[in-house]
Structures are given as C-alpha cells and as structure tokens.
Nanobody, 128 residues
Framework: QVQLVESGGGLVQPGGSLRLSCTASGFPLDYYAITWFRQAPGSQREGVSC??????????ADSVKGRFTISRDNAKNQVSLQLQMNSLKPEDTAVYYCATSLGPFGSSWFETYEYDYWGRGTQVTVSS
C-alpha cells in the first residue's frame, strides 16, 4: 500500500524557518522523482521543489529559490523527503503536499498530472 505522510507544518512568524518531512513507502524505489507542492486557499496547486531520484538533480520554483532546500534519503523500504524553509513570507502560507512520479516527465516537474501518488498535506501558516 502506497503511503505518503507529511509532517512539520505549523505557525511561524515572517522571517522564520520550518522543516517539513514526508515519509513515503509502498512504491518502487526506482521512482522517477519526488516533489513538494503547495496550495493556498483559492489558488491552484503549485510545484515548490522537486528532486530527481536517479541523480539528485533539484528544481525550485522561482518564488522559493535561495530560501528553500529539498533533500531526500532512500532507505530500503521507504523514502524520507525534507523541505527546509527559511526566510518565510506570508505568501508561503499554504497546505504543503509531497508527491511521487514513477515515470519520466512528459512535460515538466511542476505539472500535477505528472504525479502518481500524493500525501494529504500539512498546513504552513506564516503570520505575525
């Protein structure tokens, strides 16, 4: 059974930091990529950062470059994905999801339709 479980969200002041985690299991460990998305109220889900499994290549949305860092560890039966978020801004407020793609992207890493499995999300609120 495929499971992706996010954790680490919460309330933080502008300029603060949070570290999100996603524990993923039940899918082939030769998956193609694993990615963080986010969705703010009234907005479409958007790609935040992606890491390609084969070589660790990372991708970031322009809005988070230089502030967020993605990393992952592949263990025998699960994948641990992290997102270190620094210098947080109110516009970073959203529900954050992790998602995996089993095959190569036909279009781009930030397209939601490229992904096969999703977690349920963790809320991040940046407010004073």
């Amino acid at each position: 059974q495929v499971q992706l479980v996010e954790s680490g969200g919460g309330l933080v002041q502008p300029g603060g930091s949070l570290r999100l985690s996603c524990t993923a299991s039940g899918f082939p460990l030769d998956y193609y990529a694993i990615t963080w998305f986010r969705q703010a109220p009234g907005s479409q889900r958007e790609g935040v950062s992606c890491i390609r499994n084969s070589d660790g290549t990372t991708y970031y949305a322009d809005s988070v470059k230089g502030r967020f860092t993605i990393s992952r560890d592949n263990a025998k039966n699960q994948v641990s994905l992290q997102l270190q978020m620094n210098s947080l801004k109110p516009e970073d407020t959203a529900v954050y999801y992790c998602a995996t793609s089993l095959g190569p992207f036909g279009s781009s890493w930030f397209e939601t339709y490229e992904y096969d499995y999703w977690g349920r999300g963790t809320q991040v609120t940046v407010s004073s």
